[in-house]
């Protein structure tokens, strides 16, 4: 610690910490308290991460590196926190009907998924690769276990099952990734790593490259960036809707921190060398992401290539290595975890008891019985296309523009017509839901959807996503200041 | 007061949106009525309002864009809110508002389903369209330019025929790749345009002072000519209008013939053609002939149509060749027949639209073989139905003909061929449309369904709707200076932009004859032809 005040570096980590407190308080309710347990443990779990965001807010503009090193605060940071924080919130709204009816174990679910959430702190904060490895970890091994947490379905164990492994051998290409770079760098400290690189040594240096790729590849498994995204659409499919969509939102915005943080910033001496790897990957991702998305039947699937599709668009953005391109990519990340948990927050409202009545088929004339959430969703799917006046299509065209900008004009043209693919099956599920008619009597039973019971949260957080959506959409200047402000502390010269 | 003066057009273009949030939010959905009569009440009070532009708008000001209003949107990126109108774009408002409550009047019976969606869609719409009309800044035109897109897809797709589900899709995912493509060329100019002046801007004025070489220009006029040529449609871009149109309800073919079209020529005049004159120069054999093909190919189809709506579907795609024919050569008469041919293209195939949607929800067919002596049994709906039929035409004394003939003697001055060429489509539309108004409304009464018409004649409703169209088909027909004397200047800014400065002297020379002279002319070849 070598004479730093420890009050201080703690408060360099209070939001985690408050989280921390959180989940002990949760676990505490889960274990003692006889009746309402389960809304004792949602409330301090809302409660815990609506304090952990006023703490971030309260330390916009501090900035500071913190035990020896290992954590640094700074605006960058902090605008992550807000993600991953609004998204935990959001998905505790959107959960709670849902795990009623499931009958999942509320008190673990919120535990669970705020230890995920420090963890997912604790990556973009993270300023050397040990620690960016424990924030990685801290955050999967819970979303692990909550796919798994609908016992009675085999789907969500075979997810777990399945994301687990898969979770573990991208855990080992990153850790080794983290070896190679150590040997070579004869440090995991970002700080360190960017020095060597400005003076000159370790440029070309096989080894750090071949650690850098590693790197890269641990991280897009996380990210789902093709060829490492096998896993997405089988645990997207399995898993529970609610954690399904806490892992499109936060897990992605996470793991892009950590490819910013670490490739984009620190090694972008070494830009020459993984702009390439980028651009090829930022191709292939968005090919393979809207084409395979084509001819999904099941919207969980849909969504989940659709995620794997909205990752290249991000990388797009981030070839270039430009500051425009990295405000582009946290622009694009802040709008698309609105409107990916928008359309998952529908899909649970939609869903019948079991996870059920998730297949594009099943959204048959829908907007006649829900016409506010069928509303809702053609502001998503929109927005997912990239459509103006919506948000999704002011985070394209900052993205797109970074690469214009940066001279990367086929990358940019691979982009929109891939995005013109996609407006086609986003379509699909609007043309469901308002141009046919849902087939009468041939269902075994009727989908009692969560929507028929009238569901306060789910209908406040599809509501607020939606508007936010069309607010961003015409209105992004502010968005696009706090992003432009962000990059302020990010770039250590 | 003088708030709203000098925010006139944003008032009119804002207008249907602040009257799709009313109707959704305050009127109930079970209550059709109300939801009709608001709606219907928006869009006539938009008409209204885009009544002060025209009545104000003066033709001889010096600077042709006039009305101009900005606001700071993204400072920083150069994105502003930026409308402005001159004469092009005033007249092409005034046919928007002025087909925006003919379009709600002649649903009226015609959309049961959703009434509430379809209305909110319609205003919503009509703020896109009138928006992309007067947008200066390309950041603002793009929003408008594709947000127009959504409600006419959901027009299509929800209140559409049988196969509105492939139609709508079709169309969606056309106009959207062309879109795109643009996209990437307006953030082209962009970064250029910073690079060469040192501040960023999507300013249409400070665009156009943009210097590429002429190879970038080349592929950026494609990337936007092709976003333009899909929405015209241009040949071979028009196979999703024949789908959108026989699919789309009434209302929405009179708005995607009236007005969505002629967002693609209003983009080649505003957009490609000045932003990029060198290579509009380099392309101009490539869109001429792509034009004629467009007018002979889509009049030789029309001619073959057993579906009334296809037909005229199909004379769109003729129509809009000679749109683009005139904008190609870029001659003062031919710029201007084109412009007034947009307008006048919206009028009559709107009315046709209309009135194959009227005898549609008589008999429920389309097809011509099903009808036949309609005119006895409907002699009122035979009097309107043969008026539009000749403005289509082109007869001399309608519409139609004063703008075919501007286009024709504006090409023939450079290019006697294609004029030859051209001019055989006018012929060909007599058939085509001669034709088919003698199978559908002359001959004898032969089938019962269409006997049983007898006494089902226009309703007054449907007479209101009609009557509009048909005295502006006339108006212009007789005297179109009050069309043409509102362009004059802007037609010149837009040929001194393209590199036609040479033909601007000449046509300032010749402006009092074009205005007046070709009016006599107009009447001489008139006389000659009644003879």
């Not at chain 1, 703690?10 to 009746?35: E, G, K, N, W, Y």
């Not at chain 1, 391109?325 to 927050?345: K, P, R, S, T, V």
């Not at chain 2, 006018?426 to 002359?442: D, E, S, T």
Request: hydrophobic share 55%; with cysteine.
């Amino acid at each position: 610690m070598g004479g730093e005040d420890i009050l201080v570096a703690l408060t360099a980590i209070s939001p985690q910490l408050i989280l921390v407190a959180a989940t002990v308080l949760c676990i505490a309710a889960d274990l003692f308290m006889r009746s309402g347990k389960d809304t004792a443990c949602w409330a301090v779990s809302v409660a815990g991460c609506a304090a952990a965001l006023w703490a971030s807010a309260s330390l916009w503009g501090r900035q500071q590196v913190a035990f020896s090193q290992l954590v640094r605060l700074d605006k960058f940071s902090l605008f992550f926190y807000g993600i991953f924080l609004v998204a935990g919130i959001m998905t505790l709204v959107l959960s709670m009907e849902f795990l009623r009816r499931e009958r999942m174990p509320v008190g673990e679910y919120c535990a669970i998924l705020l230890v995920s959430i420090s963890g997912m702190m604790f990556m973009a904060s993270a300023y050397n690769l040990l620690m960016v490895f424990l924030g990685l970890e801290l955050m999967s091994i819970p979303v692990y276990v909550m796919a798994a947490l609908m016992k009675r379905n085999p789907k969500s164990t075979e997810s777990a099952i399945k994301y687990l492994l898969l979770g573990a051998f991208a855990s080992a290409l990153l850790l080794y990734g983290i070896a190679l770079i150590y040997s070579s760098a004869r440090s995991t400290s970002l700080g360190v790593i960017l020095k060597h690189l400005e003076t000159g040594r370790l440029l070309g240096n096989p080894v750090l490259l071949a650690g850098m790729g590693l790197v890269i590849a641990g991280v897009g498994f996380k990210v789902s960036l093709v060829p490492f995204h096998m896993w997405t659409p089988d645990v997207y499919e399995g898993a529970p809707t609610p954690v399904t969509a806490f892992m499109s939102a936060g897990i992605k915005a996470a793991g892009f921190a950590v490819l910013i943080r670490v490739v984009v910033v620190a090694m972008h001496r070494l830009s020459i060398e993984w702009a390439p790897l980028l651009w090829v990957l930022a191709a292939l991702t968005m090919i393979v992401g809207n084409v395979v998305a084509l001819s999904q039947q099941n919207i969980k699937r849909m969504l989940a290539y659709s995620s794997i599709a909205h990752a290249g668009y991000v990388l797009v953005a981030l070839t270039p290595g430009t500051r425009l391109g990295i405000q582009a990519a946290l622009m694009y990340l802040f709008i698309y975890f609105i409107m990916n948990l928008g359309a998952f927050g529908v899909v649970i409202a939609l869903s019948g008891k079991g996870d059920t009545a998730v297949d594009i088929q099943d959204y048959r004339g829908r907007s006649a019985g829900h016409p506010l959430y069928a509303a809702a969703m053609a502001v998503f799917m929109f927005s997912l296309a990239g459509v103006p006046p919506t948000g999704g299509f002011v985070g394209k065209f900052y993205a797109f523009s970074a690469a214009v900008k940066a001279g990367y004009i086929w990358l940019a043209v691979i982009g929109v017509l891939m995005s013109a693919v996609s407006a086609f099956f986003y379509l699909r599920v609007l043309v469901r839901m308002y141009m046919e008619e849902a087939e009468v009597g041939t269902a075994v039973e009727p989908i009692r959807p969560l929507a028929a019971t009238r569901p306060a949260g789910i209908g406040l957080c599809v509501a607020f996503a939606a508007l936010a959506l069309l607010f961003l959409g015409t209105m992004p200047s502010l968005l696009a200041r706090v992003a432009e402000e962000t990059l302020a502390g990010l770039w250590p010269f | 007061m003088e708030f709203l003066g000098n925010h006139i057009v944003s008032a009119t273009v804002f207008l249907p949106l602040v009257g799709a949030v009313i109707v959704l939010v305050f009127v109930g959905r079970r209550s059709e009525a109300a939801i009709r009569w608001a709606t219907l009440l928006f869009m006539a009070a938009t008409f209204l309002l885009s009544l002060v532009p025209f009545l104000r708008y003066d033709p001889q000001a010096a600077e042709a864009m006039q009305f101009i209003e900005r606001a700071s949107w993204l400072p920083e990126y150069g994105i502003e809110y930026k409308v402005g109108m001159d004469g092009m774009s005033l007249l092409l408002f005034m046919l928007t508002t002025f087909l925006g409550p003919i379009g709600i009047a002649c649903s009226w019976r015609s959309i049961e389903t959703k009434v509430k969606e379809f209305h909110i869609a319609m205003l919503l719409l009509q703020t896109a369209m009138l928006g992309a009309f007067v947008a200066l800044n390309l950041f603002l035109f793009y929003i408008f330019w594709e947000a127009m897109l959504i409600p006419m897809y959901l027009i299509i797709g929800i209140w559409g025929g049988p196969r509105r589900i492939y139609a709508a899709v079709k169309f969606f995912l056309y106009t959207l790749v062309g879109s795109l493509l643009m996209l990437l060329a307006i953030l082209y100019l962009y970064f250029e345009h910073h690079r060469q002046f040192g501040f960023y801007s999507f300013d249409l004025f400070d665009l156009y002072r943009v210097h590429v070489g002429l190879g970038v220009e080349k592929l950026l006029f494609l990337a936007f000519g092709l976003s333009f040529a899909i929405k015209v449609p241009m040949f071979p871009f028009h196979t999703w209008l024949p789908d959108a149109h026989v699919e789309a309800p009434t209302a929405g073919s009179v708005i995607l013939a009236g007005v969505l079209l002629k967002m693609g020529t209003y983009g080649f005049l505003r957009f490609s053609m000045p932003l990029f004159p060198a290579a509009n120069e380099v392309f101009f054999p490539l869109i001429a002939v792509l034009a004629l093909i467009g007018i002979i190919y889509g009049a030789l189809v029309s001619m073959v149509q057993p579906d009334l709506k296809k037909l005229v579907a199909f004379s769109s795609v003729s129509h809009l060749g000679f749109v683009m024919l005139g904008l190609a050569v870029g001659s003062m008469q031919g710029v201007e027949g084109s412009v007034l041919q947009m307008i006048n293209h919206g009028l009559s195939t709107g009315a046709l639209f209309l009135i194959v949607g009227m005898i549609y929800e008589r008999r429920h067919t389309r097809m011509i073989a099903d009808f036949g002596g309609i005119a006895r049994v409907m002699p009122v709906f035979a009097a309107f139905f043969m008026i539009v039929t000749l403005s289509s035409i082109g007869l001399p004394g309608l519409n139609g003909f004063v703008g075919e003939f501007l286009i024709l003697a504006g090409t023939f001055k450079a290019h006697p061929v294609m004029a030859a060429f051209a001019a055989s489509g006018v012929i060909f539309a007599a058939v085509y449309m001669l034709w088919m108004f003698k199978r559908v409304m002359f001959g004898p009464v032969d089938k019962p369904a269409n006997r049983a018409l007898e006494g089902n004649d226009l309703t007054a409703r449907e007479v209101a709707i009609l009557v509009p169209i048909v005295v502006l088909i006339v108006w212009i027909g007789v005297y179109p200076q009050t069309f043409l004397r509102k362009m004059d200047r802007s037609v010149e800014a837009f040929m001194a932009r393209t590199g036609h400065a040479g033909a601007v002297v000449a046509a300032q020379a010749d402006a009092g004859l074009l205005s007046e002279g070709s009016q006599q002319g107009i009447e001489k070849l008139g006389r000659v032809e009644r003879r």
